[in-house]
């Protein structure tokens, strides 16, 4: 079935520990993403990348950082992690086909993540 | 300021009524699109519709439709024949044309609880 694929599931984690939260699509799409989710706040933005080989900073980048040396996976790394990073995580895809209009970004299950 | 504004934290909804879900946004691109994801308690995101600026016609699939008032800048969902089933986290989403990505602004959603 295709769609995204994200691991782990859930994680527990010691702050300061490094972290990579992983993310692969078989869809071929051109663009990924990554958001968190926290109550109270929805959605916000972590990192995307339109293509492979280019990444972009969304809203809250700070702590996190990415790669996207190919089209399917797109890693998401929390270098030394903090109390304030506990919150769950989407990785996320879509098409961008610029001016085609309704580029619908497809979300991946979702990783549960909680740093103490 | 915010982007997307959703000003039901909560909603009930009887089974087989109608319920409208608000969203109002926020923004000086001429070309953006709006979307609408469910989340259930399973949390996954789930695409619903999708509105561009540029639509003449309300968009609907199925039991969705969204009641588009652009001079009023608010893309209300519309969900007909309530379920079950439909209870969720409903959340509202904008891309910007000219960010050039097609990274999405959420609202903090609105959960609608549907009762027998």
């Known amino acids: 079935i295709a769609g995204i694929t994200q691991a782990p599931t859930s994680q527990i984690l010691a702050a300061g520990r490094r972290m990579t939260l992983r993310c692969t699509q078989d869809?071929?799409?051109?663009?990924m993403y990554w958001y968190r989710q926290d109550l109270g706040l929805g959605l916000r933005l972590i990192h995307y990348?339109?293509?492979?080989?280019?990444?972009g900073k969304g809203e809250v980048p700070d702590g996190y950082s990415v790669s996207r040396a190919n089209t399917d996976d797109f890693p998401l790394t929390l270098a030394s992690a903090v109390p304030s990073q506990t919150s769950v995580y989407f990785c996320?895809?879509?098409?961008?086909?610029?001016?085609?209009?309704?580029?619908?970004?497809?979300f991946g299950p979702g990783t549960r993540l909680t740093v103490l | 300021a915010q982007k997307i504004t959703q000003t039901q934290p909560g909603m009930f909804v009887q089974e087989k009524e109608a319920v409208t879900l608000d969203c109002t946004y926020d923004?000086?691109?001429?070309?953006?699109?709006l979307f609408w994801y469910k989340q259930p308690s399973s949390g996954e995101m789930i695409f619903l519709i999708y509105?561009?600026?540029?639509?003449?016609q309300n968009a609907t699939e199925g039991r969705y439709s969204l009641n588009f008032q652009k001079a009023r800048k608010s893309a209300n969902l519309v969900i007909s024949a309530s379920q079950l089933g439909d209870s969720a986290m409903y959340f509202c989403?904008?891309?910007?044309?000219?960010?050039?990505?097609?990274?999405?602004?959420f609202g903090t959603g609105t959960r609608l609880q549907v009762f027998p």
């Open positions: 996320a895809s879509s098409e961008f086909l610029s001016g085609t209009g309704k580029d619908t970004q497809y």
């Open positions: 869809m071929r799409h051109n663009a």
């Open positions: 990348s339109n293509t492979a080989g280019t990444t």
């Open positions: 923004t000086s691109d001429p070309s953006y699109g």
């Open positions: 509105q561009g600026s540029y639509d003449q």
């Open positions: 989403a904008m891309r910007e044309g000219r960010t050039n990505t097609d990274k999405l602004i």
